[in-house]
């Protein structure tokens, strides 16, 4: 009866199985670690920004460019404060506010943005404290350049005058007269009597949208390998009841070619039977025998 797995036809559909199924659960395998890669780092970052930030200053020039290596590192830079901004619709504690950002001129005559704190409610340059005046020294939590959509920056357009919807020098670039630095800092402590900002992770290192998709595929490529499972035993089940159908005479008309040609016990046609006699002869044996007519 399974002498039909010979063919070429189940040939093929056996092979196409046998590659299918292990190249499906490798697949699956590979997301599954890169979602596990994923989380290692998140918890790698998490305990980096937590460590770092009570960890020894180094200078700024150390630490560019901002990589997953140095993002979260404690940095100390000198310079003059210039041009101060608003980044509204921060959150600190699940309460909206704005963060306080002012350029610090460096001697090489770069700027780097300090954020010098949040304040809560909605975005006033009224209400933000000015910099201190003079020469100052900085020292904070280094972090990369924010782009839209990390660490729950949104895109935002059309702000006022003295506000900037993330802090990045692709951002400040028209705002200013002078090259930015692409990194900024958040003291460790705010400055007149603001809130200080919290150092977040680095990106790409978090369970982001990213991570969770490695998640999803996993359990799409083992659904994919379940699914070739299934469609085997099936088109197996259905050539076998048709081969059964045909030995019973209960295939019906019209069909006798569409599987395959009908197995006999030993996988051949059946064989026309010699001594059968056709029921129109059996019925009228004259007529058969080509009986003149009357």
């Not at 958040?186 to 998640?215: C, H, I, Y």
């Given at each position: 009866?399974?002498?039909?797995?010979?063919?070429?036809?189940?040939?093929?559909?056996?092979?196409?199985?046998?590659?299918?199924?292990?190249?499906?659960?490798?697949?699956?395998?590979?997301?599954?670690?890169?979602?596990?890669?994923?989380m290692d780092t998140h918890r790698d970052a998490t305990e980096q920004v937590t460590t770092e930030e009570n960890g020894p200053a180094r200078p700024?020039?150390?630490?560019?460019?901002?990589?997953?290596?140095?993002?979260?590192?404690?940095?100390?830079?000198?310079?003059?404060?210039?041009?101060?901004?608003?980044?509204?619709?921060?959150?600190?504690?699940?309460?909206?506010?704005?963060?306080?950002?002012?350029?610090?001129?460096?001697?090489?005559?770069?700027?780097?943005?300090?954020?010098?704190?949040?304040?809560?409610?909605?975005?006033?340059?009224?209400?933000?404290?000015?910099?201190?005046?003079?020469?100052?020294?900085?020292?904070?939590?280094?972090?990369?350049?924010?782009?839209?959509?990390?660490?729950?920056?949104?895109?935002?357009?059309?702000?006022?005058?003295?506000?900037t919807g993330a802090i990045s020098a692709a951002s400040l670039v028209n705002l200013v007269p002078y090259d930015v630095y692409d990194a900024w800092?958040?003291?460790?402590?705010?400055?007149?009597?603001?809130?200080?900002?919290?150092?977040?992770?680095?990106?790409?290192?978090?369970?982001?949208?990213?991570?969770?998709?490695?998640?999803?595929?996993?359990?799409?490529?083992?659904?994919?390998?379940?699914?070739?499972?299934?469609?085997?035993?099936?088109?197996?089940?259905?050539?076998?009841?048709?081969?059964?159908?045909?030995?019973?005479?209960?295939?019906?008309?019209?069909?006798?070619?569409?599987?395959?040609?009908?197995?006999?016990?030993?996988?051949?046609?059946?064989?026309?039977?010699?001594?059968?006699?056709?029921?129109?002869?059996?019925?009228?044996?004259?007529?058969?025998?080509?009986?003149?007519?009357?």
């Open positions: 009866m399974y002498r039909f797995l010979l063919t070429p036809r189940w040939w093929g559909i056996n092979v196409f199985v046998l590659l299918a199924i292990p190249f499906c659960v490798l697949m699956g395998s590979w997301q599954l670690d890169r979602f596990e890669s994923r700024l020039a150390e630490l560019l460019p901002v990589d997953k290596a140095t993002s979260g590192e404690q940095a100390t830079v000198s310079g003059r404060y210039a041009d101060q901004f608003l980044v509204p619709d921060r959150t600190v504690d699940d309460v909206q506010g704005s963060y306080v950002m002012t350029l610090l001129r460096t001697d090489t005559g770069q700027a780097l943005p300090v954020v010098r704190g949040w304040l809560p409610g909605t975005a006033d340059a009224a209400r933000a404290p000015a910099p201190p005046s003079g020469e100052v020294t900085v020292t904070g939590t280094l972090q990369a350049s924010e782009t839209p959509g990390s660490n729950g920056v949104v895109a935002l357009s059309g702000l006022p005058a003295g506000q800092i958040t003291l460790g402590e705010g400055d007149s009597g603001m809130r200080a900002v919290p150092a977040t992770a680095a990106a790409d290192t978090g369970l982001d949208l990213k991570a969770f998709q490695n998640l999803g595929y996993t359990g799409e490529w083992f659904v994919f390998a379940g699914f070739v499972v299934f469609m085997w035993f099936r088109l197996l089940r259905r050539e076998v009841d048709f081969v059964r159908d045909a030995r019973m005479g209960l295939v019906p008309e019209g069909q006798e070619g569409q599987e395959g040609q009908q197995e006999g016990p030993e996988g051949l046609e059946h064989p026309q039977d010699p001594d059968a006699t056709p029921e129109a002869e059996r019925k009228d044996p004259a007529a058969a025998a080509g009986a003149p007519g009357v």
